[in-house]
């Protein structure tokens, strides 16, 4: 692995997770003894890793005296099973649930981007009808979502994106290289500000126990937003007390700007609508200064007041 991986990966422990022991690659970085209100969780996007957060982190530790994230499984430098995991949304958000477990966190301001927002919004349906766990009992204290296709209808999907879905995804495992995945993911962010560095960087995690093969299985998650979005995770999210932040790059191809605006006018009108001009799908690896900036300013807020 690339040096800035092997450091990232030093700085992190793992966890078994499950009946099979698959291992989670977890990093718990700060105060442990902090409380929820100064804890962070990040929960990351599809095809990325909670790595997709390194360039933003050091700005964060201004905000919070702990943060916490994970690669889910099929991500990164965790396990990707080819059995004994569905990868269905309901089952990362159990792994998610599992990962604060096992760190003692009881509570915390989650900040999710692109699948995460998913997983994210698995979590807050679960809270909403009080079914989160005993051991979460200091609970969410804010939602943060950027840039992630919670309202699938409005969600411009790359043409291998809509093949990995389809009954032929499966073959896509065997002709998967450097060079598509380099136009999709350029393609999706939307503007030239994702260097090629960073790119090398999501390709290398995602070849690692063969997860660029794996893809197919992975993005199913989309499958699940089809059928329980406007069930499920949309009705939760629109009841929902809790502070809400919506911080979004304006030059999105995939989860376009429409669906910021979709949320704050439909959805949850309480919420605070950030709109980060000129920035793109990976805003956090794309444009990281901007990014802390936009994000902190809804922190120092909502922490004020809670």
Known sequence: MHAHLVSWQSSG??????????????????????????????????????????????????????????????YGLSDKPTEG???????????????WKHLGVSGGHMLSHDMGDSV??????????????????????????????MVLELAELRITQKILLSSYGHLLKNVTTFKIFDQQVRSAHGNNKLSSEEIERLWELNTLNDGHRKTYLTIKYLNDRKRFEK?????ALSKVDLPI?????????????EMAHYLKKNICPQATLTIMTGLGHFCQLGSPKEWVSHISSFYKDSKSTS
């Open 245 to 257: 932040h919506i911080c979004w790059g304006d030059e999105d191809a995939v989860a376009r700007v």
């Open 85 to 99: 995991y569905t990868y269905s949304l309901f089952e990362q958000a159990d792994t998610a649930l599992a990962v």
């Open 231 to 235: 069930t499920r995770w949309l009705p």
């Open 120 to 149: 994210a919004t698995e979590i807050v349906a679960r809270h909403q009808n009080g079914i989160m766990p005993s051991w979460f009992s200091e609970g969410l204290q804010s939602l943060t979502f950027t840039n992630g296709s």
């Open 13 to 74: 422990s793992y966890m078994a997770y499950g009946p099979f022991g698959h291992k989670i690659f977890i990093k718990d970085m700060g105060d442990k003894g902090a409380n929820a209100n100064n804890t962070l969780l990040l929960i990351h996007g599809f095809p990325e890793s909670s790595y997709s957060y390194h360039a933003v982190i050091d700005g964060m530790t201004a905000m919070f005296d702990r943060i916490v994230m994970f690669d889910m499984l099929g």
